[in-house]
């Protein structure tokens, strides 16, 4: 083992847009005192994501058949001579874990699993009936019993994967380690007072358990209370969104939306709540911590949410939002009608919400746990 030992992240797909704390955390290791090398089956999204030490088998000579082994036995030449390079195997997703599992045995490996949400209720949900998803489903236990160490965001999703049999001793919570020097916290009052509409923003997939469709209603009830709301959706221009706008006209809701290629940091920059009202998808989908909420809070916004998966851990309920149960959408409404009616409110929740990122959801936090979970296997 080198004087810095190496890392190995594993991630099939490197790396879907919305997982930006997967490479936040890859480059901020360095300063940890690790290197980091990765491993895919396919290289995504280059520009927003480089990597110069990730060797991707679309890129590869023999590297569609060395996917195809990998995919169906979890086994291939180049994943194994890439392993033999490194001195801890991190699984990013509890399926991406089952299938590091037989290298890390069979070369003598820690491994490290991290868990983010769909992961978690993957087991009881119908989509562990995809072929993508079969390892896991039949070898899944076997990865609690044999895998080195396991992190998750929360002590909800802790608690769930104790649940489930993997062993307490082996969870570590890491938390979202988030680049906030995007964010700003000074903000200008706006809504109330000022002459303007509050500006209520909402930003993800246009998905079931983004719950983007009760946020809607609930804005639609705070106008008809009286609140002057300007909406706007932030999406990545998923198959969902047809059906938002449609709902919009049928409440006569006025809503922005804007390209999917906007940049986030801007738009909360001009927001003056952040909505996420999150719930559990009728497959079982949940969240894990959203990303959105630690931008939101670093950017000094209020955040109205929802009791859901590890969010009550994000937001302080009265102190950097406010929270309602999963699909209460008259309860949504009201906490944006209160919102919406108290700027000074508004900038407490936020100034306390940037506080709390800063201290638990910095890169530089969750940098300092991850590199305490490797100290303990190397």
């Known amino acids: 083992m080198s004087a810095r030992p190496t890392v190995g992240f594993v991630r099939h797909n490197f790396l879907p847009p919305s997982e930006t704390f997967i490479h936040a955390s890859m480059m901020a290791l360095g300063d940890a005192g690790f290197d980091v090398a990765g491993f895919a089956l396919r290289r995504r999204n280059a520009d927003k994501f480089p990597a110069p030490h990730l060797t991707s088998l679309d890129a590869v000579p023999w590297g569609r058949l060395n996917a195809a082994l990998y995919r169906t036995t979890t086994w291939s030449p180049r994943f194994f001579a890439w392993a033999r390079g490194v001195d801890v195997l991190h699984a990013h997703m509890g399926y991406t874990g089952v299938h590091a599992l037989f290298a890390a045995r069979r070369l003598g490996k820690p491994l490290v699993t991290s868990f983010y949400g769909h992961d978690v209720t993957l087991h009881a949900s119908w989509q562990r009936l995809d072929p993508t998803y079969w390892h896991y489903a039949l070898l899944r236990r076997r990865l609690f019993r044999r895998g080195d160490r396991f992190c998750v965001l929360s002590g909800q999703m802790r608690a769930a994967l104790v649940a489930q049999g993997c062993p307490e001793a082996k969870l570590r919570i890491v938390r979202l380690g988030v680049d906030l020097s995007r964010f700003s916290g000074e903000r200008e009052p706006r809504g109330t007072g000022s002459g303007g509409p509050t500006t209520v923003l909402m930003v993800g997939r246009e998905v079931e358990k983004k719950g983007f469709d009760d946020g809607l209603r609930a804005c639609a009830a705070a106008r008809d209370r009286g609140a002057d709301l300007r909406v706007v959706v932030l999406g990545t221009g998923d198959a969902g969104r047809p059906a938002l706008q449609r709902l919009a006209h049928q409440l006569a809701l006025e809503v922005a939306w804007p390209d999917p290629s906007t940049r986030v940091a801007p738009a909360m920059a001009a927001a003056d709540i952040l909505l996420v009202p999150s719930r559990t998808a009728a497959s079982g989908d949940q969240e894990g911590t959203p990303t959105v909420i630690c931008e939101g809070s670093a950017a000094g916004l209020p955040i109205v949410s929802t009791r859901h998966a590890g969010i009550p851990e994000q937001v302080d309920h009265e102190r950097t ?49 991850l590199a305490a979970v490797y100290r303990e296997l190397v």
């Open 321 to 369: 939002g406010l929270l309602a149960g999963e699909r209460d959408v008259e309860t949504l409404a009201t906490h944006l009608v209160r919102l919406a009616g108290d700027p000074a409110q508004r900038a407490a929740m936020g100034a306390a919400g940037r506080a709390k990122m800063l201290a638990e959801y910095s890169v530089a936090a969750h940098a300092r746990d």
